[in-house]
């Protein structure tokens, strides 16, 4: 591979680890229902693997997310972090490949993220920090985040991909 | 936005080598796992908080606890703390509440979370990430992944700036007597402007020298014989600790 690829190879994980980032820490929408917030973060991780693959997805989804957990002063879930996003972004990237863009087959990424997510951070948090009965209390929220954050996620995909021509030329 | 972790401090362990900081904290973490005493489970909080005291001061500490202490709350909140066969610690007209059992796997939790988050939290607050990137790099974290930390560090602040002007520009274009934020159009154009960004680091990056020998490499961390002491103390005391404490 030459470098030049590498190079941008490069600057675009660090750019999409860097956008999934921020949108974990900056963009958050409230739940005045439960006084919390829902972060953006799926929205990006979607974004990203559908606009540039799973194997970018993989690695920026992860580091970003686990970025955004070490900075915002959770490190102790950076490393579940970045299994879990990095995984969603995978099999989402991995289902909708560049010529296999239909809105069924993105949907059922969408549905893939969802479960990825609440089974992901449950299994991980069983075996690492809590246990089954606490950790399943998180699983209504971890949906409603994934959902919502994979439909704004696929929306962003389209309306990205209308306005950025060259969208496609930078998958990997 | 900012995301500088780092507190200021001249304390010991913002003194001690970030090498040995590593080291200290993997098996601190690791040994976490593997305590089950009463008197171990107490004492594998308490180390890290007095460090969390000496290094950053009660303010910092309290404010770290803060973040745990949902999780905590929860922890007790959902998790039985009883079970049939252990001993009843507090019961009421013969009901038992809190048995030994439950009591002891809702606190062996709690303490592994509170721990393992404050040992984790400390290594970010007394070094600066350039510093525990150089850290790694010690270690042989591969080159081109540790300047994928880098940049991923850089962009994080200003995508940040990016996004709040974007945001604030946003809602200025609403109709008179509207308020808030247009979220889709807001993300939107920052994820656009960010995409655009890909490009030009590319480009920014090969005109550095990425990849020509001599160009863009990263200060090695020196060595000397105090690296080797506390290299030495940050895998005896884990170790100590966890023989006295299991």
């Keep these: ?172 | 936005m900012n995301i500088d972790t780092y507190i200021y401090g001249t304390s010991f362990y913002h003194r001690f080598d970030i090498r040995a900081k590593l080291l200290f904290t993997l098996i601190y973490c690791t040994c976490i796992f593997f305590i089950h005493s009463w008197h171990g489970l107490l004492f594998s909080v308490l180390v890290p908080l007095a460090l969390f005291i000496v290094s950053l001061g009660k303010r910092e500490t309290i404010r770290a606890v803060r973040k745990i202490l949902p999780v905590i709350i929860l922890l007790f909140l959902f998790l039985p703390l009883q079970d049939r066969l252990s001993e009843p610690v507090l019961s009421i007209k013969s009901v038992a509440i809190v048995t030994e059992d439950g009591l002891y796997r809702v606190l062996r939790l709690a303490s592994r979370f509170t721990s393992l988050s404050l040992t984790l939290m400390l290594l970010i607050a007394t070094e600066r990430s350039e510093r525990i990137i150089s850290g790694l790099r010690y270690y042989h974290l591969p080159y081109k992944v540790a300047l994928l930390f880098s940049l991923i560090l850089r962009f994080i602040p200003y995508l940040g700036s990016v996004f709040e002007a974007i945001k604030d520009s946003m809602s200025l274009r609403l109709t008179e007597g509207r308020r808030g934020i247009p979220i889709m159009p807001s993300i939107t154009a920052f994820a656009v402007s960010a995409v655009k960004m890909i490009p030009d680091t590319a480009a920014a990056l090969e005109e550095r020298g990425f990849g020509r020998k001599g160009r863009t490499e990263y200060s090695s961390l020196e060595k000397n014989r105090k690296l080797f002491t506390e290299l030495l103390f940050s895998v005896i005391l884990p170790i100590i600790f966890f023989i006295i404490m299991r």
């Excluded at chain 1, 956008?19 to 929408?29: S, Y």
């Design chain 1, 1 to 172: 591979m030459s470098e030049n690829k590498t190079a941008l190879h490069l600057s675009l994980t660090a750019v999409s680890a860097a956008l999934v980032a921020v949108f974990t820490i900056a963009a958050r929408i409230p739940v005045p229902a439960t006084s919390g917030y829902i972060s953006l973060c799926d929205a990006a991780v979607v974004f990203i693997s559908y606009a540039f693959g799973p194997v970018t997805g993989l690695i920026a989804g992860g580091l970003g997310s686990a970025a955004a957990d070490l900075l915002g002063g959770y490190p102790q879930f950076a490393v579940i972090s970045f299994i879990v996003h990095g995984l969603e972004a995978f099999l989402a990237g991995l289902l909708v490949r560049k010529n296999s863009q239909s809105v069924p087959t993105m949907i059922l990424g969408a549905i893939i993220s969802i479960i990825t997510v609440c089974g992901g951070y449950l299994l991980l948090e069983v075996l690492f920090i809590t246990t089954f009965s606490s950790a399943i209390v998180e699983v209504p929220m971890n949906a409603l985040q994934s959902g919502v954050g994979s439909v704004i996620g696929l929306l962003l995909y389209a309306a990205v991909n209308k306005a950025y021509r060259n969208l496609d030329s930078l998958r990997w």
